[in-house]
């Protein structure tokens, strides 16, 4: 029974493994999307919330026949609102690869003396990848991040 249980929790912990990468994937497709239209691929965060900022505007702008004022006045509002989900896009993102490492933590026990020092190799890649990636989120004094 014990062995029973021991498979089960290493089977449910691979499923959590699994589960992440979907969701990290499903996430950060929209990076991997070609634009439709023919401007030219965003190479940064800046250059995507303008990107789709302008998209929304020519949509907007033909859905609604929006006049030059209230084009004016809507951008800034656009710009805005595409900083935010840039941002809660990022840390979502940021959140997914927490859960990783922690599960990491939960494998350990399961594991064969001799599986452990390629899991740890695994996380401490993880690791570095979270410190390179997240550096902003990170440093945000308003979001505290676990040690790494």
Known sequence: MNRT??????????LVILASGIAVG???REARKTPVEAAPPAHNTADAATHWTDRAMVTL???LQLT??????????????SRK???????ALF???????????E?????????VPALE????????????????????????????
Do not use: C, N, Y
């Not at 249980?5 to 691979?14: D, E, H, P, S, T």
């Not at 030059?68 to 609102?81: D, H, V």
């Open 95 to 105: 959140q997914l690869h927490l859960q990783v490492l922690r599960v990491h933590d």
């Open 68 to 81: 030059a004022e209230q084009a004016q006045t809507i951008r800034p509002l656009l710009q805005e609102a």
């Open 26 to 28: 499903w996430f950060g």
């Open 107 to 115: 494998l350990r026990p399961h594991l064969r003396a001799d599986q």
């Open 121 to 148: 190799r695994m996380s401490l890649r993880l690791q570095q990848d979270i410190k390179t990636r997240f550096a902003p989120l990170l440093k945000d004094p308003a979001h505290p991040a676990p040690d790494l």
């Open 85 to 91: 989900m840039d941002l809660d896009r990022e840390r």
């Open 61 to 63: 702008g033909q859905e």
């Open 5 to 14: 249980l021991q498979r089960g929790k290493v089977a449910l912990a691979l």
